[in-house]
């Protein structure tokens, strides 16, 4: 395959549902409501807790419910502050998330737009997660001879 760079989400999944190109690697939740509309059709997925979502995934032997098994690339979102933040205003930073992240009606939100919801992590647990999808994936990056463009 041949990587085309476009500048958003947008114009990618506009140029999948045209036709112009054959596959689009991506968010699923920037194309799930053309996937519930069958407009669109997922091939597979790489994250542990999207299986839910795609209720219609494709199964076979080395697959569950569309999951490449073996392969787990979460995208996550994480509340991140200055190193230099006092104690007390990391605190309460820290309370208002999680409040939020506690909250049922939050919650639902983040999973009508396919979001994971994970209440309860604390600093040292992201701090933790981050460092090893950063060792996780060091590897692979340095394999592939992969850049950032800047």
């Given amino acids: 395959m041949t990587q085309i760079p476009y500048r958003g989400a947008g114009p990618a999944l ?3 549902l045209a036709g112009h190109v ?22 597979a997925h790489h994250c542990e807790f999207l299986a839910r979502a795609l209720t219609r ?23 991140l502050a200055p190193a230099a933040i006092s104690p007390s205003t990391m605190q309460a930073l820290l309370d208002a998330a999680q409040g939020a992240m ?17 209440p309860g992590v604390s600093p040292q647990a992201t701090r933790e997660y981050m460092q090893a999808e950063l060792l ?12 950032m463009d800047r």
């Fill in 22 to 43: 054959p596959v689009r690697a991506g968010l699923y939740r920037h194309f799930r409501h053309h996937a519930r509309a069958s407009s669109c059709r997922p091939a």
């Fill in 57 to 79: 995934g494709p199964r076979s032997a080395n697959r569950d419910r569309g999951r490449v098994v073996g392969m787990v690339a979460n995208t996550y979102n994480a509340l």
């Fill in 136 to 147: 996780k994936w060091r590897p692979i990056i340095q394999a592939t001879g992969m850049t």
């Fill in 14 to 16: 506009q140029d999948l």
């Fill in 102 to 118: 506690a909250d049922p009606a939050f919650q639902a939100f983040l999973t009508s737009v396919s979001v994971q919801p994970v």
